[in-house]
Nanobody, 130 residues
Framework: QVHLVESGGGSVQAGGSLTLTCVDS?????????MGWFRRAPGKEREGVAT????????TYADSVKGRFTISQDNGRNKIYLQMNSLKPEDTAIYYC??????????????????????WGQGTQVTVSS
């Protein structure tokens, strides 16, 4: 079900930055949700990008974005951000925010988010030109 709303996509040149925002308006805030982002580029499979556990702990990142992307949350609220720096043309994709509700701590990984999400957003386009 679509309960999440993303914003912040756009077009930038390589090396530029964008910040994506996602709001989960469908449910009461829980400190046991796994939230994050996955993306889909033309002709490619869905790829998990980053996850964050709303109860705290270290985020997870795809190897392709480590050191360049940062996921964070607005504490106590169903709102997360994805700060994307040093963007590359291969980052071009539609970015989707998603949530897996009520998961145990330590299980908030990219595979879980990408394949077991309960709700997701409509997607926001990110285009990086060389």
């Amino acid at each position: 079900q679509v309960h999440l709303v993303e914003s912040g996509g756009g077009s930038v040149q390589a090396g530029g930055s964008l910040t994506l925002t996602c709001v989960d308006s469908g449910y009461t805030f829980y400190r046991s949700n796994c939230m994050g982002w996955f993306r889909r580029a033309p002709g490619k499979e869905r790829e998990g990008v980053a996850t964050i556990y709303t109860g705290g702990g270290s985020p997870t990142y795809a190897d392709s974005v480590k050191g360049r992307f940062t996921i964070s949350q607005d504490n106590g609220r169903n709102k997360i951000y994805l700060q994307m720096n040093s963007l590359k043309p291969e980052d071009t994709a539609i970015y989707y925010c998603a949530v897996v509700r009520r998961v145990v701590s330590g299980s908030c990984g990219l595979e879980k988010l990408t394949h077991e999400y309960n709700s997701w957003g409509q997607g926001t386009q990110v285009t990086v030109s060389s």
